[in-house]
């Protein structure tokens, strides 16, 4: 065995299985079905082709990279193949098996169909299609590898510009749709009914490899620029800056249409349950994995409190409502947060999940059924109105959210750098030693698990705002869970980190929409690996980053062996 | 030391509303209890069967609960994927199960089938165990205490969902097997055969773990590990492999728990994982977390309270459809154990560097 490891072809060879598995997974899983019916260049190439593609030339790629050092370039290039041929070969094992085995009585996905797709529509003859086709891709990979730096960069970027646009195309192209004239026909021009033309996928290409090799080119000198100019004209050029943003905002439903309105209030929505955790667990560290209690509990009220249906109290506005259910959400903080004050770490994530579940049971029980409707939940809640304009829709709710989540970031900003800020983190770095600087550990934790429910519950009026209904299947853990994650996703502590991670995790899997049995799939995996790469989020808060680079430091000094068990060659 | 008024009178109301609390609770136990015996709604008979189905299935908890309290004892880790480990032993179960039904060895052999059928759950949950260990948490064991749980997290929707798009969304039925059909009468009671098979299998389980976790090396090795990593180490105990021993133990435990939730319950589903995960881990913490009797003793409590709890004090308060609210006992009792005894029924007095 060890002789074997010596061997330089090991790499390859363990690279291409991990490879193989990889691809096998996703055909079993059944993404190479569903994301092969949405094509990126319109019947040239699909999402899920893409998807093979790239694990064959990735397979290829690492495993011609590792062999790149300090041999020639046929070394380079035989590791390539052996990768990229190990993985497709392990597809060949699948079309043989699968064409004598029934597979189908345990993998739902191993159909015929997925044999055509991986053969190119040859079947069980065609067995001998995905090893070539693996060794095929492991060579171009390895190719790939021998090509300049600069080159390289800029095929990959545009190939990425290629894909996002294909992704994107649907949302593309009915934007460009809705105007006649020019746009339209531009739209016509770059965007088939389904993925880009091949024109269209050609000139995305050249833009995004050119632009991206322009601008990295003279990025330096712009930043040059900028930095010699005066402190006043920079002041200008920042206010231009912050105004254009403000405009494109204001603008920005009318431009998009109703759907991606909607995407942005849900995302809105996220982002407030974000910033209120963002207090709770991002500042003073306390985990709560029950948050959609207090969102629950908001939306619940002013459900009650406005609607026109059987369940409504009162039938008041939705403005008179909103402030009474972020009250009874705060209440809702103090009256969860005081039982659970003396518990810490991960006994407080799973107490506060069990308060979450328990509102979730109660809402939907037949119990309160008489006055909260149970799992039918409460209907024909009025949208608000400002003045004699209704907010009716999507694209008008989306100023309500959109307002809200200003407004609740500047409350975030001013308290993050008040005293209570202050006392917080202390109280998330060491409660013992927060405590014997003369920090009332009591009403400063209160004040958090309020503040942090308050925030929701605002999250949870526009939810019902938008919705028009509210039901107890969604006020689900998953929502406590997507808030979390967003959490620390875009940066613990970090309140731009919060709007991007509500973005990256709310918006992108609303947009597609047609992935949908796959987006909690994509999401542990995304979660994982963000864990394993970058634990810190996307856009960290300055002193988290701090801490976990010190961290990495310890680790590597004193465990230099934990990340890698393969022997070197 | 000096406290201000307003002070004082935050600390009493706190008292105060914890008092309640635990007052509100006391009572609806009592009165519910007290109105249901007086309505003599149930005969003995029935109130047995709660007994007995809160056993099997709470022994099914307990065997869960094994693998949580025994990583948490050596890694301060709640490892949130457990109830998918629990499924994908049930699920891969399910699969040798039909297979033998369809050839008839499950008729002919039941004994020897449900034996193999146990094994195959075992090894299918402690391979996917094993590699989510190597995957997702040994990386991160030097982080900080987050960044494990919600690598954990996501290892839970991966092994969810992963199954999900394998097997697909129904509902599988689990095959019949005859031997575990009717019941048998002890005592003049009449008690399911199959809670009785799934509560004395459990039993063995743990009673074999408890063997080896006090009575052979490598279970002395855990035990220094879960006291000191640190020093366990420096006294040459192979950190690395206790922990992957562990996962281990804890993964072929919750295979056998999902065998025995499909023999009682009979059908299997990619979401099944969750809400046994969850009861379990209120278990481990009610038994006191990182203990291992308190594991056993804490599922076994929380499946009949959960079983008798509905009908024996909810029904009578008036409560419409009270086993709808099963699962809001389980959970109400975790929050209670958790406010006011953290350290469980047999657990040790928590310290801060270990809570």
Redesign the interface.
């Known amino acids: 065995m060890n002789e074997l490891r010596r061997l330089p072809v090991w790499h390859s060879v363990r690279i291409g299985l991990i490879g193989g598995v990889i691809m096998l997974y996703i055909c079993l899983v059944g993404m190479v079905e569903v994301f092969g019916r949405s094509d990126i260049i319109e019947r040239v190439i699909s999402l899920g082709q893409v998807l093979l593609l790239l694990t064959g030339l990735g397979a290829g790629y690492l495993a011609a990279r590792r062999a790149g050092e300090p041999t020639n370039a046929l070394t380079v290039l035989i590791s390539g193949v052996v990768a990229g041929g190990l993985t497709g070969g392990l597809l060949t094992g699948l079309v043989v098996i699968g064409s004598v085995v029934n597979l189908r009585a345990v993998f739902i996905n191993a159909s015929p169909a997925l044999y055509n797709a991986l053969t190119l529509g040859a079947g069980p003859n065609g067995a001998w299609i995905p090893l070539v086709g693996g060794a095929a891709l492991g060579l171009v990979a390895a190719l790939f590898c021998l090509l300049p730096r600069r080159v390289r960069q800029s095929i990959v970027n545009g190939l990425v510009g290629v894909l996002l646009a294909g992704l994107f195309s649907g949302l593309l192209r009915v934007i460009l749709a809705a105007r006649p004239g020019w746009s339209a026909e531009l739209g016509r021009f770059l965007f088939a009914s389904e993925g880009l033309t091949l024109a269209g996928a050609l000139l995305f290409f050249i833009l995004a490899g050119g632009l991206a090799l322009l601008w990295s080119q003279s990025q330096a000198t712009v930043r040059e620029r900028i930095t010699r100019l005066p402190e006043a004209q920079r002041k200008t050029l920042r206010w231009a800056m912050l105004g254009l943003a403000v405009i494109l905002i204001l603008i920005f439903p009318q431009i998009s249409g109703a759907f991606i309105a909607q995407v942005i209030v849900l995302v809105g929505i996220f982002a407030l349950m974000g910033l209120g955790l963002n207090i709770t667990l991002g500042m003073a560290g306390l985990f709560d994995l029950g948050f959609v209690a207090f969102f629950a509990i908001s939306a619940y009220t002013v459900g009650l409190l406005t609607s026109t249906g059987e369940h409504g109290i009162a039938q008041w506005s939705w403005w008179a409502a909103a402030p009474v259910g972020v009250l009874l959400a705060m209440i809702a903080g103090a009256f969860f947060g005081l039982p659970v004050l003396g518990i810490r770490g991960d006994y407080l994530a799973i107490a506060t999940l069990g308060f979450g579940e328990i509102v979730r049971l109660l809402v939907g029980s037949d119990f309160l059924r008489p006055w909260l409707g149970g799992s039918f939940g409460i209907l024909a809640i009025p949208k608000p109105w400002i003045g004699n304009l209704e907010l009716a829709g999507p694209q008008q709710i989306y100023y309500l959210a959109v307002f809200g989540a200003v407004l609740v970031a500047f409350v975030a900003v001013r308290l993050r750098d008040s005293r209570l800020g202050r006392a917080w983190m202390a109280i998330r770095e060491d409660e013992d030693v927060a405590e014997a600087l003369g920090i009332n550990l009591v009403q400063t934790k209160l004040l958090a698990y309020m503040l942090g429910g308050a925030f929701a519950g605002l999250g949870g009026a526009i939810f019902a705002a938008l919705v028009g209904s509210i039901f107890p299947h969604s006020m689900n853990l998953l929502v406590s869970v997507n808030v979390v994650a967003l959490l620390i996703v875009g940066g613990m502590g970090s309140i731009p980190g919060v709007i991007v991670g509500a973005f990256a995790l709310i918006g992108l899997p609303e947009l597609f929409r047609e992935f949908d049995e796959y987006r909690y799939l994509l999401y542990g995996i995304a979660l994982i690996a963000m864990m394993l790469a970058k634990p810190e989020g996307l856009w960290p808060s300055a002193a988290i980053r701090r801490e976990l680079h010190t961290d990495e430091t310890d680790e590597t000094e004193t465990n230099p062996g934990s990340s890698s068990t393969v022997p070197a060659s | 030391m000096y406290t201000s008024l307003t002070?004082k009178l935050?600390?009493w109301s706190?008292a105060l509303?914890?008092w309640g609390?635990r007052i509100i609770v006391v009572l609806i136990v009592v009165i519910g209890t007290v109105l249901t015996l007086i309505g003599g709604k149930y005969n003995s008979q029935q109130w047995i069967d709660f007994v007995v189905f809160g056993i099997a299935q709470g022994s099914i908890y307990a065997l869960i609960a094994l693998g949580y309290t025994m990583v948490y004892g050596i890694l301060?880790?709640?490892n949130f994927a457990h109830g998918e480990i629990f499924m994908s032993g049930a699920f891969s179960a399910y699969?040798v199960a039909s297979a033998l039904e369809q050839s008839g060895f499950l008729d002919q052999n039941p004994l020897v089938a449900l034996v193999l059928i146990m094994l195959v759950a075992m090894a299918a949950s402690t391979g996917i165990a094993l590699l989510v260990e190597r995957?997702?948490y040994?990386?991160?064991?030097?982080?900080?205490?987050?960044?494990?749980?919600?690598?954990a997290?996501?290892?839970?929707?991966?092994?969810?969902?992963?199954f999900?798009?394998?097997?697909?969304p129904g509902v599988y039925a689990y095959p019949v097997v005859e031997l575990l059909q009717g019941e048998w009468t002890f005592f003049g009671i009449n008690i399911l055969k199959a809670q009785v098979v799934v509560t004395i299998a459990a039993v063995l389980m743990m009673l074999g773990l408890y063997t080896i976790v006090m009575r052979t090396k490598i279970g002395k090795a855990m035990r220094a590990v879960s006291e000191d990593k640190a020093t366990a180490a420096l006294m040459g105990i192979n950190v690395d492999r206790v922990i992957v021993t562990t996962f281990a133990l804890g993964a072929a435990m919750a295979g056998v728990a999902g065998v025995l939730y499909a023999l009682v319950f009979r059908q299997v589903n990619f979401f099944m994982g969750f809400v046994p995960g969850?009861k379990a881990?209120?278990s481990a913490?009610l038994g006191g977390v990182g203990n291992i009797p308190g594991a056993m003793l804490g599922g076994l409590f929380l499946g009949i309270f959960e079983s008798l709890g509905p009908a024996l004090f909810l029904e009578s308060l008036g409560?419409?459809?009270?086993y709808?609210?099963k699962?809001?006992i389980a959970?109400?009792m975790?929050?209670l154990v958790?406010?006011f005894r953290?350290s469980g029924i047999l657990g040790e007095k928590l310290t801060?560097k270990k809570?």
């Open positions: 002070e935050i600390d706190i509303y914890l609390f301060r880790m709640i699969f995957v997702a040994r990386p991160l064991r030097q982080a900080p205490r987050l960044v494990p749980l919600i690598s997290i996501g290892a839970s929707f991966f092994l969810q969902y992963t999900r798009g394998l097997f697909g969850i881990f209120t913490v409560i419409v459809a009270p709808q609210l699962d809001a959970f109400t975790l929050v958790l406010i953290p801060a809570a």
